[in-house]
DNA sequence: CGGTCTCTTGACGGAGTTCAAAGCTAGTGG
DNA sequence: CCACTAGCTTTGAACTCCGTCAAGAGACCG
């Protein structure tokens, strides 16, 4: 489970053979199932989690008690509440497992020790963090830019086999709007297609 | 002018004396005018910017020729398109200041070999930007939870100074809503109050 | 002072929400 | 391995927020 951690290091960065070992021993590897919540409402996110296989999802909960999910993870993704996982303080987020998953996970100290330890985890998660922004500038681009009808239409074009894995209702969270318009836009691109 | 970028980079990290010309070196001050332009449409965004004095903003061209503002940078703030910065590939957006500035500034080469020659500009760029992506989550979070109308009740509670500041135009297309709507919603808040 | 941006007003329309109810599907226990 | 139930998806009608369009009132700059 951590060759493919060792193996996303090394496609951002050079790992001397004799470091690995010390790098690994920073995290720590589980398996949560289906639903299962990593970061529950108002705790700490104490931990940074890398999706190995299966799939994470970040969300909060609404004053009408709805859950939006703001963020998804999979495969060789990192998610975490920043906010809350850098200051260490109350977090507004929860992260649950969206499937049974495979993670690998590492504390918000031993993340700092680690970077301080091997400089080249220093440039690893700065050349993710730099990723994980341009992807939110992009993200926020479409959000003013397109329709929300034209989003599920891009995210479904962008992500057809993610469409497949994961329940209607979360994609229609993901995209900020109602189950009843995903069907109802879901329909229409049926009817089209006949 | 340098002196503001050698302070932030020491709240943020350390820095010894005897480097700070070596680094700063490697950045450029210069002075933009009202509305003079740093990147435009399609072109690569080759530097990074730091704002020193004054205000920046981001925006694209929308099919309709409208511009949308997706991003400020205001004194201390850093802003590039991190896509196209990152990939030295041609960007979707613009930037452009909004008031006469005064800013430093690192082309994507030299930023790289900065940060090889400097650990801890590493270090700086790293902490630069995972606070970029708190900012985005917490921002997207706003952008699912909130109305429009609340949007701008909350931006203008949390920088009062800032929207007397900028063009209201600026700010709803930075909300992503109309001119003729902020409108609405100003002539709301201030029968409220009377 | 004249002209060009910027901001306001109001009428109208449409994208997307809400609510309620009925059909489906998949996971669980027997 | 089947049956039952809870949770997911679909439908449709009513409603609302916010965009569009058009036109007028200010405000700022040369």
Redesign the interface.
Known sequence: MSASLIQHFRKLTTVNDSDVNAILSYFKSIQVRKKESLLENADVCRSNYFVVKGCLRMF?V?EKGVE?T??FAIENWWLA???S??TQSSS??CIQAVEKSDLMMIDFHDQERL?SEF?TM??Y??II?????????????F???YSKEDQYRHFNNSFPEFTQRIPQYLLASYL?FTPEYLSEIRKKTFLKLV
């Open positions: 909060f609404n939006q703001t963020q509440d920043y906010m996982f850098q507004e987020f970077m400089p220093e440039r998660f700065r963090s730099q990723k994980a922004n341009a992807a939110s500038q992009r993200r926020i681009k959000m003013y830019d900020n």
